[in-house]
């Protein structure tokens, strides 16, 4: 059964870090290109961040470009997302999601891709 489940959430103070986790079973990481997306309360799901199936290329929302860092690491099948500067505005339920249709790119929509996970919280506060 293909999974993919993120990790790495929680609270922390406005400026502060973390570090997503999207780690996969079930399959190999390597075939896919994955995103990370996130919803906040009231607000329709946005792109955060992507990164192709060998890592060559990455993609950023503007919101998050200079603070967000996507990369991955197949050999652990796991795709990280380092977050620095955080503002309360990326508070959101942050998911990542693999995709079997993207080809030596990836893309900021949630369209083109087919599997995802069950999210984790991160709350920005003081």
């Known amino acids: 059964q293909l999974q993919l489940v993120e990790s790495g959430g929680g609270l922390v103070q406005p400026g502060g870090s973390l570090r997503l986790s999207c780690a996969a079973s079930g399959f190999t990481l390597d075939y896919y290109a994955i995103g990370w997306f996130r919803q906040a309360p009231g607000k329709e799901r946005e792109a955060v961040s992507c990164?192709?199936?060998?890592?060559?290329?990455?993609n950023y929302a503007d919101s998050v470009k200079g603070r967000f860092t996507i990369s991955r690491d197949n050999g652990k099948n796991t795709v990280y997302l380092q977050m620095i500067s955080l503002n309360p505005e990326d508070t959101a339920v942050y998911y990542c999601?693999?995709?079997?249709?993207?080809?030596?790119?990836?893309?900021?929509?949630?369209?083109?891709?087919?599997?995802w996970g069950q999210g984790t919280q991160v709350t920005v506060s003081s």
């Open positions: 999601a693999a995709s079997t249709r993207l080809f030596g790119l990836c893309v900021l929509s949630g369209y083109e891709y087919n599997y």
């Open positions: 990164i192709s199936r060998s890592g060559g290329r990455t």
